[in-house]
């Protein structure tokens, strides 16, 4: 009982809507049925055209246009992701950029003399003993031997070396014994000048700690870069045994270093600065962090509303080996940027006024599949260790601090500590400054692969920066400012400031034109397929009709057609065999029926120009009765409303 | 009744078409149109049918989604920017020539006296808090009434709830209480405010107050000086500027000798006298075919650093912009600074950004269309958005304190403030100033430019002039300005210019329309095209359908109308004769429709003339002939 509905539903269903095959007997019929009634334009022609030349010429030229369609439809895809750029400049009020601010001497030298005064010491002996120079008597104790006490030890691993370079000997600086140098020569300096000429060069040797027969040794065309390279070399093992809490200490406080501050014509102060200890620059302050929560932004261009504040630089306090230069180095960028200060700071004069002009513009990538950029960093398979959102920069040092720790065992004092690990010492990894050096290099020749894997972030922030300089103080001036900013400082009076000492700084908007380039699609899906269609238009007049039809009709219906022939011949095979050769009427007889003159193929709708063409309709029609005129009316009237008898077996 | 009879015959007329019943009408479209789908609905079997049906509908609701979409994106007026860099011959820019010092301090002396006197004795008072030393300063009495007006006042901190405000110049009691705590080492806490009333004497004051005291000391030295002077006619402060034989000292353009009456000479309010450069008010633009500093200006200036006046501008050297011809020059906001004792070079790239205008961008092309009235066309100068963001606060001034600040041009009709006119003036101006509200007012009213032109400069300096060469220099430079053998010059004062086209002196981003009309029409017809093989004639088919249509539903309703009356007579007879030959097509066309229509034998041939007038609207017909 349940099933009955079921079968009445799909009988019923049966009958309204019977399945078919196709009507045409025949391939060749199929095609000509197919060509006279498409949609498109060359196959009509095809059929039409009297004469084998102009049929032929009608056949390149449909396949031509084919080929066309199929050249320009591929190039149009091939052509999707490409971008258009767009400028727009708006106009309004702008954030202001996050200015990290810093000294260009790290630390306050007095304060670090119980850390630095063996190295020190060794420093003035080397300068001495390889170029005699002295610093005058009275500063230095020429007391050469009770300087050997603790920890020389280290720097007698790492001496410096004169070296002889066709001997290849060198003179090593405490026991001025010449000894034979093994292992390879790296000129650090030489890659562009080649220093074999000079006859006194000075370098250190690195070597493996486990195997001492690989050995490095780093030369310089010149005794400063020597000295300056050998002296950070030691300065970063000293450091990296000092807590973070005591180098903080050890370097200026925002009193220290800000002696006024204004910004867009308000007074402010050591609040709307934030700390942010820089391994190679000490005590770094930023204005506008956004830490508090709130970034200030500013509604007028000019000098005036922008960023001013009077620096005090100490020079006196400056360690001589380390920082060759004085002044400050100043960064602007956004709040979520981490300062690289190291690399991209704008260096600022003492006793001079920097004016800097900046003009912000924004950038956007389309990121995948446009371009190989990154939206949030989150697709690169290195971690950030610095805890500012992604940028090239920060890909590039954390991947090569994470080689550092994996290949070396300990963290590189310039970057980010890395979970679990701690910073490379003497005392823990007497190994590290080779290896360190070894690794550096392959960095930079990128063999260590973070070039390929970091890629640049999608979107950025731009302030372009136009500098220029004033004499600051005046002359005349220069009196009660220094006297006003000495009470300022709230010193005793009778020290007033020096001038040099001293650098004012203003930062701000030229303009509050902001520029915005931004990467669009240059296609969308809609104008993808208008192209197409307007492909298919102008060669062939084709639309997805026309192409359902020709999977209709080259798929579909051949296929039936031929699997059609093949069970008749097999029926026929079958009946023949069973019935012998006597009776083989009755296939035959649908075979007439089936024949060239079937009128499914005839009775079409033909193009009215076309007309002349048409063909008289078979005499023997198998309608029963006298059929109306054919008039254009009834030929709503399907040609194949006769079910031919062997397709009934398909549905 | 005419009326009717026209109509009537007019409908007749235009009734030649394709059929009297919808369906009629329908099967006639699919059958002639030229779009793709309808033709294969009734071209094949039942099933067939069914599904082309629902193509053509899926087809025809995909082109009319697609279209929506592309004309919304014609809509939003997108553009695209395109880039060109080189080099090609362009007008040298202007370039304006200020010294950072507004006035010569030897003439305006006199005019400043009292303050300097006053500032002078207070920083005596501040710095040395010793009450012997501040009385023996005071050899003359001073005027306080300048003080007065806008008193510096000091703020004790030591109780951060309660802070404790002192006058500089009150009684030695307070000033005593001063000095014992000065001693302290807390002394840090004391800080410098500027103190604003809204009338002299009167309680509505506010305290501006600064972390340094630097800072305190310039802007109140601004503020009183800039009262000072704005009671200083023009012709006067021109007078007490630098002079362009004085300032401008060579000058070489290219090859060709220039001297400072190449310069036009403008009276700017924060720098005083400034010169400016192929300015082209007067004369055609100069043009510059060749990169580097050979083919660029050449200048020597002069800024007199002994002659600036002390508490003003503390900065030395001389304040230089580049813009555009007929612009007005903005220098707080794009100017550079050039040091005295250098040679300053400075490389210059055309940045320009050409914009389209309304409805792409929301930029002005001269500024007329900006509700804020430009003070600054009275330079002759074009529009720019820093002139209308100046105006707008010069009108907002006008408007609430009554006078206009000393920096900005005047509208017509009103006076610069003066604390004797308008005592309340400076609390008023920071007020103003401070005001957010108004400087969002300012933003919005203002539009920029549609063409925004920079100049990316390229900033190097040198020292200048060399040990060895610096006496004949100097030498020669006084001689020809001076005409005597003393030198007149010295390192503090000397600046050299070189400003020159880069290799690649533009870099223009121009946009042009991302959606055109043309680009629309080509989208829509590729759509429609892609879809249903259709055009614009197309439409028309389908429109003229519809006029079809309503034909048909007039007739009928008419015929309706008409045959009321007769309806009961002559139901039948329309039953049988009219609808015969369409209700057999009817039935033929319906799918599945097994049944053959009961056999009328021969049916009359369904001609097309015969149905030109069917029964039923025989009647109006038969009247009009």
């Given at each position: 009982a349940a099933t009955a509905p079921g079968k009445k539903i799909t009988a019923r269903l049966k009958r309204t809507l019977p399945v078919r095959g196709p009507q045409a007997p025949t391939l060749s019929e199929?095609?000509?049925?197919?060509?006279?009634?498409?949609?498109?334009?060359?196959?009509?022609?095809?059929?039409?055209?009297?004469?084998?030349?102009?049929?032929?010429?009608?056949?390149?030229?449909?396949?031509?246009?084919?080929?066309?369609?199929?050249?320009?439809?591929?190039?149009?895809?091939?052509?999707?992701?490409?971008?258009?750029?767009?400028?727009?400049?708006?106009?309004?009020?702008?954030?202001?950029?996050?200015?990290?601010?810093?000294?260009?001497n790290p630390y306050k030298y007095s304060a670090m003399k119980e850390y630095l005064s063996e190295l020190d010491k060794e420093t003035k002996k080397a300068l001495e003993t390889f170029y005699g120079f002295s610093e005058g008597k009275s500063k230095v104790?020429?007391?050469?031997?009770?300087?050997?006490?603790?920890?020389?030890?280290?720097?007698?691993?790492?001496?410096?070396?004169?070296?002889?370079?066709?001997?290849?000997?060198?003179?090593?600086?405490?026991?001025?014994?010449?000894?034979?140098?093994?292992?390879?020569?790296?000129?650090?300096?030489?890659?562009?000048?080649?220093?074999?000429?000079?006859?006194?060069?000075?370098?250190?040797?690195?070597?493996?700690?486990?195997?001492?027969?690989?050995?490095?040794?780093?030369?310089?065309?010149?005794?400063?870069?020597?000295?300056?390279?050998?002296?950070?070399?030691?300065?970063?093992?000293?450091?990296?045994?000092?807590?973070?809490?005591?180098?903080?200490?050890?370097?200026?406080?925002?009193?220290?270093?800000?002696?006024?501050?204004?910004?867009?014509?308000?007074?402010?102060?050591?609040?709307?600065?934030?700390?942010?200890?820089?391994?190679?620059?000490?005590?770094?302050?930023?204005?506008?962090?956004?830490?508090?929560?709130?970034?200030?932004?500013?509604?007028?261009?000019?000098s005036e509303y922008g960023l001013q504040v009077v620096l005090y630089i100490d020079e006196a306090d400056y360690n001589p080996f380390l920082v060759t230069s004085t002044g400050a180095k100043i960064m602007v960028h956004d709040q979520n940027e981490y300062p690289f200060i190291e690399d991209i700071g704008t260096e600022i004069e003492t006793a001079a006024a920097t004016s800097i002009g900046m003009h912000f513009t924004q950038s956007r990538k389309l990121s995948k599949p446009y371009s190989d950029c990154t939206e949030t960093g989150a697709d690169i398979p290195v971690e950030n260790l610095y805890n500012k959102s992604y940028s090239l920069q920060i890909c590039l040092h954390s991947c090569f601090q994470k080689a550092m720790v994996d290949s070396c065992g300990c963290a590189q004092y310039a970057q980010p500590l890395p979970a679990g690990a701690e910073y490379c010492n003497y005392k823990k990894n007497p190994n590290w400054m080779y290896c360190y050096y070894r690794l550096h290099e392959k960095f930079v020749k990128e063999q260590l692969g973070c070039q390929q894997i970091c890629k640049d972030a999608c979107s950025f922030k731009e302030w372009a920066l136009t500098t220029s300089i004033a004499q600051w103080p005046s002359v005349v001036s220069e009196d009660w400012m220094l006297r006003v900013l000495s009470w300022d400082k709230g010193q005793k009076l009778n020290k007033k400031l020096n001038k040099t000492d001293l650098a004012n700084l203003m930062v701000f908007y030229k303009d509050l034109n902001e520029r915005f380039i931004s990467e669009n699609p240059a296609n969308t899906l809609v104008i993808l397929l208008s192209n197409f269609g307007g492909q298919l238009g102008l060669w062939m007049s084709c639309s997805v009709v026309c192409v359902i039809e020709i999977v209709e009709v080259f798929f579909i219906d051949s296929l039936s057609i031929v699997l059609r022939r093949q069970w008749q011949r097999a029926k026929k095979w079958w009946s023949g065999r069973q019935r012998g050769a006597g009776s083989a009427g009755d296939p035959e007889g649908q075979g007439q029926g089936r024949g060239h003159d079937n009128p499914a193929c005839m009775d079409e709708d033909l193009p009215t120009f076309t007309t002349a063409l048409r063909l008289p309709l078979p005499q023997d029609s198998p309608l029963p009765r006298t059929p109306p005129p054919n008039y254009s009316t009834l030929r709503l009237e399907s040609a194949f409303t006769e079910q031919l008898p062997d397709t009934l077996e398909l549905g | 009744m005419n009326l009717k009879k026209y109509l009537v015959r007019a409908l007749h007329r235009l009734q030649k078409g394709p059929g009297y019943t919808y369906k009629e009408l329908l099967v006639w479209y699919c059958d002639n149109t030229n779009t793709h789908g309808p033709k294969r609905i009734i071209k094949e079997g039942p099933k067939k049918k069914f599904i082309w049906f629902f193509l053509t509908l899926l087809f025809a609701s995909l082109v009319f989604w697609q279209w929506g979409i592309l004309i919304n994106t014609y809509l939003s007026y997108n553009v695209t920017s395109s880039l060109s860099i080189g080099f090609k011959t362009m007008k040298f820019p202007a370039v304006t020539i200020c010294n950072a010092n507004p006035f010569k301090y030897s003439?305006?002396?006199?005019?400043?006296?009292?303050?300097?006197?006053?500032?002078?004795?207070?920083?005596?008072?501040?710095?040395?808090?010793?009450?012997?030393?501040?009385?023996?300063?005071?050899?003359?009495?001073?005027?306080?009434?300048?003080?007065?007006?806008?008193?510096?006042?000091?703020?004790?901190?030591?109780?951060?709830?309660?802070?404790?405000?002192?006058?500089?110049?009150?009684?030695?009691?307070?000033?005593?209480?001063?000095?014992?705590?000065?001693?302290?080492?807390?002394?840090?806490?004391?800080?410098?405010?500027?103190?604003?009333?809204?009338?002299?004497?009167?309680?509505?004051?506010?305290?501006?107050?600064?972390?340094?005291?630097?800072?305190?000391?310039?802007?109140?030295?601004?503020?009183?000086?800039?009262?000072?002077?704005?009671?200083?006619?023009?012709?006067?402060?021109?007078?007490?500027?630098?002079?362009?034989?004085?300032?401008?000292?060579?000058?070489?353009?290219?090859?060709?000798?220039?001297?400072?009456?190449?310069?036009?000479?403008?009276?700017?309010?924060?720098?005083?006298?400034?010169y400016i450069f192929n300015w082209g008010m007067d004369e055609e633009a100069l043009n510059s075919s060749n990169p580097g500093a050979e083919f660029g200006l050449k200048l020597i200036l002069d800024i007199s650093?002994?002659?600036?006046?002390?508490?003003?501008?503390?900065?030395?050297?001389?304040?230089?912009?580049?813009?555009?011809?007929?612009?007005?020059?903005?220098?707080?906001?794009?100017?550079?600074?050039?040091?005295?004792?250098?040679?300053?070079?400075?490389?210059?790239?055309?940045?320009?950004?050409?914009?389209?205008?309304?409805?792409?961008?929301?930029?002005?092309?001269?500024?007329?269309?900006?509700?804020?009235?430009?003070?600054?066309?009275?330079?002759?100068?074009?529009?720019?958005?820093?002139?209308?963001?100046?105006?707008?606060?010069?009108?907002?001034?006008?408007?609430?304190?009554?006078?206009?600040?000393?920096?900005?041009?005047?509208?017509?009709?009103?006076?610069?403030?003066?604390?004797?006119?308008?005592?309340?003036?400076?609390?008023?101006?920071?007020?103003?100033?401070?005001?957010?509200?108004?400087?969002?007012?300012?933003?919005?009213?203002?539009?920029?430019?549609?063409?925004?032109?920079?100049?990316?400069?390229?900033?190097?300096?040198?020292?200048?002039?060399?040990?060895?060469?610096?006496?004949?220099i100097f030498h020669i430079l006084s001689y020809e300005r001076d005409m005597s053998t003393n030198v007149t010059l010295d390192r503090n004062g000397i600046i050299k210019l070189n400003i020159y086209f880069q290799e690649y002196n533009y870099r223009t981003i121009s946009e042009s329309a991302a959606t055109t009309i043309v680009w629309l029409l080509s989208s829509l017809g590729g759509q429609f095209g892609f879809w249903m093989?259709?055009?614009?004639?197309?439409?028309?088919?389908?429109?003229?359908?519809?006029?079809?249509?309503?034909?048909?539903?007039?007739?009928?309703?008419?015929?309706?109308?008409?045959?009321l009356k007769q309806r009961r007579a002559r139901a039948e007879l329309v039953e049988a004769h009219t609808n015969l030959g369409f209700q057999h097509e009817a039935v033929g066309a319906v799918p599945g429709a097994e049944a053959l229509p009961p056999e009328p034998g021969t049916p009359p041939p369904n001609y097309d003339s015969l149905r030109v007038q069917p029964l039923d609207s025989l009647g109006p017909d038969s009247d009009t002939d």
């Open positions: 199929l095609m000509r049925w197919y060509c006279l009634n498409t949609n498109t334009h060359g196959c009509r022609r095809i059929v039409v055209s009297r004469g084998r030349l102009r049929r032929l010429l009608w056949i390149v030229l449909t396949l031509s246009a084919v080929g066309l369609i199929l050249w320009q439809c591929a190039e149009l895809l091939m052509n999707y992701y490409s971008a258009s750029v767009s400028v727009t400049v708006q106009f309004q009020k702008l954030p202001f950029p996050a200015v990290t601010i810093c000294n260009i104790r020429r007391s050469v031997d009770d300087w050997n006490s603790t920890g020389s030890d280290f720097f007698e691993q790492i001496p410096l070396l004169k070296v002889e370079d066709f001997s290849r000997t060198a003179t090593e600086l405490h026991s001025g014994q010449k000894r034979k140098i093994e292992g390879s020569v790296f000129h650090k300096d030489s890659s562009i000048v080649n220093s074999g000429d000079s006859n006194d060069i000075i370098g250190f040797q690195l070597c493996d700690a486990n195997n001492s027969s690989e050995c490095a040794l780093y030369t310089f065309s010149s005794g400063v870069n020597a000295i300056q390279e050998w002296y950070k070399l030691h300065y970063m093992n000293i450091m990296a045994q000092i807590p973070l809490e005591t180098k903080e200490k050890l370097s200026y406080s925002a009193e220290d270093l800000l002696l006024t501050c204004f910004f867009d014509g308000l007074s402010c102060d050591k609040r709307h600065f934030t700390r942010f200890h820089h391994p190679l620059h000490g005590n770094c302050y930023t204005f506008n962090s956004g830490e508090s929560g709130t970034i200030l932004s500013t509604s007028t261009g000019g | 003439e305006v002396k006199p005019l400043l006296k009292e303050l300097d006197r006053l500032i002078e004795a207070a920083l005596e008072r501040i710095l040395q808090p010793t009450p012997g030393n501040s009385s023996e300063n005071v050899s003359t009495p001073l005027d306080l009434e300048l003080w007065n007006q806008i008193p510096l006042v000091l703020i004790d901190e030591h109780d951060k709830d309660n802070p404790v405000i002192l006058d500089i110049f009150e009684t030695n009691q307070t000033a005593a209480g001063n000095e014992t705590d000065m001693d302290n080492k807390t002394k840090k806490k004391y800080k410098l405010a500027v103190k604003l009333c809204s009338h002299q004497g009167s309680d509505n004051c506010t305290y501006r107050n600064f972390s340094s005291a630097a800072q305190a000391v310039t802007e109140w030295y601004i503020l009183q000086s800039t009262s000072i002077l704005s009671k200083v006619p023009l012709h006067e402060r021109i007078r007490m500027g630098y002079q362009a034989e004085d300032m401008i000292l060579a000058c070489l353009y290219g090859a060709e000798p220039c001297n400072y009456k190449n310069f036009t000479q403008i009276y700017h309010p924060d720098h005083g006298n400034c650093q002994q002659d600036y006046i002390p508490y003003l501008s503390s900065a030395a050297g001389a304040r230089l912009m580049l813009h555009q011809q007929k612009s007005f020059p903005f220098l707080k906001d794009q100017g550079i600074y050039a040091m005295a004792g250098t040679e300053t070079s400075i490389g210059v790239l055309v940045d320009e950004l050409e914009r389209m205008g309304y409805p792409y961008s929301d930029c002005t092309v001269n500024g007329s269309d900006v509700p804020v009235k430009n003070l600054y066309s009275q330079y002759n100068t074009s529009y720019s958005i820093q002139a209308c963001l100046r105006s707008c606060f010069q009108n907002h001034m006008v408007q609430i304190c009554g006078c206009g600040h000393y920096m900005f041009p005047l509208p017509e009709g009103e006076n610069y403030c003066n604390n004797q006119d308008n005592p309340g003036w400076a609390y008023c101006y920071s007020s103003l100033r401070a005001s957010i509200k108004q400087r969002q007012i300012c933003i919005d009213s203002c539009k920029e430019t549609c063409n925004d032109t920079q100049y990316k400069m390229t900033i190097s300096m040198a020292d200048w002039p060399s040990e060895a060469s610096e006496d004949w093989g259709g055009s614009v004639l197309c439409l028309i088919e389908f429109g003229e359908i519809i006029i079809d249509s309503l034909w048909i539903t007039i007739i009928n309703v008419i015929s309706w109308c008409k045959g």
